[in-house]
């Protein structure tokens, strides 16, 4: 009778390593992916890294540790996506006007327009205008551009199928191409 329970114990601790094993392997296939959706969303490194750990906890707590996931990338991907969005403060949206001053004050330094392209400050004035895209189709933009993920990865992490994605990153393309014209319209008159 000992030696059954031995048994038991040995195939049980056995399957513990074996969970630890294949958790620790995904933390580290997948920890910096996960960082990227959750910084995206928050642009705050603390924030972003509590929802990282909030993540794979949560992959921890699955039936059968993950194992059960089909694709644990889309997954993480998708879950730290919702976790982001719950910590998220709004953050206001940015006028044409407001960001025509920026890019004026780095023409008053005496910046070369290739200077004002390139500057760190118009790439900020980029991303602001982006978060001032509608959130439907901001999400899969961001999803597309900065994580690089696939039309179905992003459709499995937003919800929604994977036309519908395409559809929306090519309106999300169109509508800030508009915006940056009518900023650069804007700021050739001044």
């Known amino acids: 009778m000992a030696a059954m329970g031995q048994v038991i114990l ?48 949560r992959f921890l707590q699955q039936p059968g540790h993950g194992r059960e996931i089909r694709n644990p990338r889309a997954w993480l991907a998708r879950t730290a996506w919702r976790v982001a969005l719950d910590r998220r403060r709004k953050a206001p949206p940015v006028s044409l006007e407001e960001a025509a001053k920026v890019v004026a004050t780095l023409r008053s330094e005496g910046r070369t327009a290739e200077e004002v392209a390139g500057h760190a400050q118009t790439l900020a004035l980029v991303e602001r205008l982006i978060l001032t895209l509608p959130k439907e189709l901001r999400d899969p933009l961001i999803l597309s551009t900065v994580e690089e993920m696939t ?40």
């Open 151 to 190: 039309s179905a990865e992003i459709g499995e992490v937003l919800g929604i199928p994977q036309g519908s994605v395409r559809e929306r990153v090519s309106r999300a393309r169109g509508v800030l191409a508009t915006k940056l014209a009518a900023w650069m319209e804007k700021n050739r008159e001044r």
């Open 10 to 57: 040995s195939e049980a601790l056995l399957d513990a390593d074996a969970r630890d094993r294949d958790f620790e392997a995904a933390v580290r296939e997948h920890a910096r992916s996960v960082y990227r959706v959750a910084q995206v969303v928050l642009r705050n490194h603390h924030d972003a890294e509590d929802t990282v750990q909030e993540t794979f906890l």
